[in-house]
């Protein structure tokens, strides 16, 4: 069975930096094809895709955030880290993290994001 | 923001068949990248639907079907219940972003 978990500050102050970790079990970052994502979803909004990380360390980003953000993955810990600079209240939102796969492992094009953690709610104030 | 665009709400009594369409472009749907579809019930997480355009993972009732053509694709839910009210959002890739991209998100109301 697949879990994974969102942990990080559930409030930050406007310019700072958030760092989101996510934990997962019942597979390795490792597995040829697998990879985990991170989505965010502002109050009463819909999804947005940020970033997805690879079993062989490929990584990818939303354009209009790439410039913020940084995902990076301990694969002994089976953790992943998303880091997104300078927050804004803008950035408010729950933060998920999902295992991703797809049919295929060479190009991701085809990944879906299946399981989701549970999300954490991310407020940005001062 | 989004390049998939859903409506807004679709609306049925209980029984009824209802459709969510999912429209995108040469850069997505109609360059062959498949369509994922999550299902979000209030308060929780979004969890899989349908994955690469039809294919229902174990434990979803077959009366979620997925169709794809040209740049766009489609969600049915037959034999609509009060359980199926949830938001609902399509998921593809982008060659021109060169990521992922998820649709507006549609709510879905059980009359």
């Known amino acids: ?126 | 923001q989004s390049v998939l665009t859903q409506p807004p709400s679709v609306s049925g009594a209980p029984g009824q068949r209802v459709t969510i369409s999912c429209t995108g472009s040469s850069s997505n749907i109609g360059a062959g990248y498949d369509v994922h579809w999550y299902q979000q019930l209030p308060g929780t997480a979004p969890k899989l639907l349908i994955y690469g355009n039809s294919n229902r993972p174990s434990g979803v009732p077959d009366r979620f079907s997925g169709s794809k053509s040209g740049t766009s694709a489609s969600l049915a839910i037959s034999g609509l219940q009060a359980e199926d009210e949830a938001d609902y959002y399509c998921q593809s890739y982008d060659s021109s972003l060169s990521g992922y991209v998820f649709g507006t998100g549609t709510k879905v109301t059980v009359l």
């Open chain 1, 1 to 126: 069975q697949i879990t994974l978990k969102e942990s990080g500050p559930t409030l930050v102050k406007p310019t700072q930096t958030l760092t989101l970790t996510c934990t997962f079990s019942g597979f390795s970052l490792s597995t040829s094809g697998v990879g985990v994502g991170w989505i965010r979803q502002p109050p009463g909004k819909a999804l947005e895709w940020l970033a997805l990380i690879y079993w062989d360390d490929d990584k990818r980003y939303s354009p209009s955030l790439k410039s913020r953000l940084t995902i990076t993955k301990d694969t002994s810990k089976n953790q992943v880290v998303l880091t997104m600079t300078n927050m804004d209240p803008v950035d408010t939102a729950t933060y998920y993290c999902a295992h991703s796969q797809g049919d295929d492992i060479l190009t991701g094009y085809y990944n879906w994001f299946d399981p989701w953690g549970q999300g954490t709610l991310v407020t940005v104030s001062s």
